[in-house]
């Protein structure tokens, strides 16, 4: 989980009396399902990054994506246009929150920093404050995802030690610097850290694991060494370290 910006309200719901009027009509006709306009389900997409904003699993495509009520529709029925009560969610997600009113404890990444409430560690989200133990308890986002960011982080732990191999190589004389072998550092560089970035799918758990690889440092000192470091990695470093739940 990483902290969101929540946009300006999408048109169809640009006055307060247009979320109220929506959330009125679906009071009174509970088949309605106003959340789902077009322009609703764009905004929301695009302000979790193609992703959900609990689990940070790839969408696909924002028809696709559930939509979850911070506030039920089941309790208050009237809040269920309400921008602000809107979070994109994937199935898994949105099903294991269910009607779990969030006042009673949980975690709003639009309006809270995650890392106030969680923290990452050997490949686990373990919770800082009530409202963390509630949001994974109530998700069970570590029983989903434990396997997918294990295997994500293998792709990424393997580009990093072959990094860190090749640069010690650089260092001691046995390697040439080319323009392609440069080239070839940084695009794989720049792979990694981009696996830690907003846009990159489960961003928090590989932006904590990153930080703390016990290659990563070499390698990052190596990279600025040898002028391959630009500010596109300081960018992506920048964003990685935002994302990190760290202890």
């Known amino acids: 989980m990483i902290r ?60 696709a994506m559930e939509v979850d009520h911070l506030v039920p529709k089941s309790i208050d029925p009237t809040l269920a246009a309400t921008w602000a009560n809107l979070i994109p969610s994937c199935h898994h997600c949105n099903n294991h929150k269910s009607t779990y009113d969030s006042r009673n404890g949980f975690i709003n990444p639009f309006s809270v920093e ?14 800082r404050t009530d409202h963390g133990y509630q ?5 069970q986002i570590n029983r989903r995802t434990v396997r997918e960011h294990a295997a994500l982080w293998d792709t990424v732990a393997e580009d990093i030690g072959e990094l860190y191999t ?22 794989k560089a720049l792979t990694v850290l981009y696996a830690a970035t907003p846009e990159a799918e489960y961003s928090a758990a590989v932006a904590s694991r990153l930080l703390v690889d016990r290659h990563w440092p070499s390698v990052e000192s190596l990279l600025r060494k040898h002028a391959i470091w630009d500010a596109v990695f300081t960018q992506y470093l920048a964003q990685a370290q935002a994302a990190a739940l760290l202890l």
């Open 4 to 63: 969101l910006q929540r946009s300006l309200n999408p048109l169809s719901l640009r006055d307060p009396a247009d979320e109220q009027k929506l959330g009125l009509a679906f009071q009174m006709n509970p088949n309605l399902k106003p959340w789902r306009a077009t322009d609703i389900l764009s905004a929301l997409y695009a302000a979790s990054h193609g992703k959900c904003a609990y689990c940070e699993v790839t969408l696909g495509t924002a028809d």
């Open 114 to 127: 995650p890392r106030d409430h969680l923290f990452y560690e050997h490949g686990r989200f373990y919770p």
């Open 135 to 139: 949001f994974l308890s109530r998700l």
């Open 166 to 187: 090749d640069l010690q190589e650089l260092e001691a004389g046995r390697l040439a610097l080319t323009t392609r072998r440069s080239t070839k550092f940084r695009a």
